[in-house]
């Protein structure tokens, strides 16, 4: 059983800058694709990163050249780098982890394993 923990939330400005972390109970090196998700109240659940199996990133383009995902295997860890954050961007943040590789990482129905989340709020 893969557990998932989120830290890094917290409120900024707008312009701002957050780093999340997501923890793994397991290693992640190669075995799991990993994504950063959002939702906002009202909203679905979005795809905002992900890191593929064999370390592929992809982007929502809402967030590209703002948010970077990288992965520590050391650390069994994954990381969201958000930069110039914006109001639009506050949601709760979740990681999520699929043992290899999905087409569609975009959809949260690909993904098995979930963490409670972390808040992210930036006012304006």
């Known amino acids: 059983q893969v557990q998932l923990v989120e830290s890094g939330g917290g409120s900024v400005q707008s312009g701002g800058s957050l780093r999340l972390n997501c923890t793994a109970s397991v290693v992640l090196y190669n075995e799991y694709s990993m994504a950063w998700f959002r939702q906002a109240p009202g909203k679905g659940r979005e795809g905002v990163a992900r890191?593929?199996?064999?370390?592929?990133?992809t982007y929502a383009e809402s967030v590209k050249n703002r948010f970077t995902i990288s992965r520590d295997n050391a650390k069994n860890s994954l990381f969201l780098q958000m930069n110039s954050l914006r109001p639009e961007d506050s949601a709760m943040y979740y990681c999520?982890?699929?043992?290899?590789?999905?087409?569609?990482?975009?959809?949260?129905?690909?993904?098995?394993?979930w963490g409670k989340g972390t808040q992210v709020t930036v006012s304006s």
């Open positions: 999520a982890a699929v043992r290899g590789a999905t087409t569609t990482w975009h959809d949260f129905r690909a993904y098995g394993y």
């Open positions: 890191m593929s199996s064999a370390a592929i990133t």
